[in-house]
């Protein structure tokens, strides 16, 4: 029976193995995809030694940039990205090689695009700057969005939240929550953007998706702004994922 999984830590908040488990029973596939907790991604290939039918990885946070050294190669947008959570294990012999992807993107530009009205959503604040994040500049980049990264901590050509004015707020009404704020058991937390300035020309997606409402998303849906979580996303990736498993 083959494998897939997912490497992260901690992931008591990853929905992957129940949609796998789904999408394996439906298709009478016959493999299994099972959660691998490791801290530290330097264990990776004893658990790839470990596991001789593990033919793909998800990966998540926090490796997506740390499991890029132990690849032996990377797609092209996975290296424009700087953040793979994708890897294909081909074995041959006593030889085992990894190449990368990032399916994040494709997940999150399918899963945005149907709420995107061109003519206002020109400009987008981006909260967090993790591996997640670097997959959401380069496709809103790619469908001519512009966007700057908001940190809690200062840094040359990000903002931070104590400078999200008004202007800025009003001129960028695209805002993507790529931080694990408010995920569960979190959930009472929120990113500490101004909510008051928001209007029903913005949206608001959230990279998390549970809960399917975080306090993110509620607090803008109370202004009437456009709200979406990241659940449509990980649908997607993970189809994404299977479809570059079997390149």
């Not at 789904?22 to 264990?43: L, M």
């Not at 050294?69 to 797609?75: K, N």
């Not at 995920?183 to 928001?198: A, G, Q, V």
Request: aromatic share 8%.
């Amino acid at each position: 029976m083959e494998k897939y999984g997912l490497i992260g830590y901690p992931l008591g908040h990853s929905f992957s193995a129940e949609f796998f488990a789904g999408k394996f029973r439906n298709e009478n596939i016959d493999a299994a995809y099972c959660n691998y907790e490791i801290p530290d991604v330097k264990s990776l290939p004893a658990l790839i030694g470990a596991n001789p039918e593990l033919r793909g990885i998800n990966v998540t946070i926090p490796h997506k940039q740390a499991v890029i050294p132990l690849l032996d190669e990377m797609s092209d947008e996975a290296r424009a990205i700087g953040a793979v959570n994708v890897v294909r294990i081909t074995r041959k012999g006593d030889t085992t090689y990894l190449k990368g992807y990032n399916s994040d993107v494709i997940g999150f530009c399918r899963s945005i695009t149907p709420l995107l009205r061109p003519e206002i959503h020109t400009q987008a604040l981006i909260l967090g700057t993790g591996g997640a994040s670097k997959a959401i500049v380069h496709g809103l980049e790619k469908m001519g969005i512009h966007t700057r990264y908001v940190s809690r901590t200062q840094a040359q050509g990000r903002l931070t939240y104590e400078d999200l004015t008004p202007e800025i707020i009003s001129t960028h009404r695209v805002i993507v929550n790529c931080s694990p704020v408010g995920m569960y058991p979190h959930i009472e937390e929120y990113p500490n953007i101004p909510y008051h300035l928001l209007t029903p020309n913005h949206l608001l997606y959230d990279l998390v998706y549970n809960p399917q409402e975080t306090k993110f998303l509620q607090l803008g849906a109370e202004q009437e702004a456009v709200t979406k979580n990241g659940l449509e996303m990980l649908h997607l990736q993970a189809l994404a994922s299977w479809d570059f498993w079997h390149e």
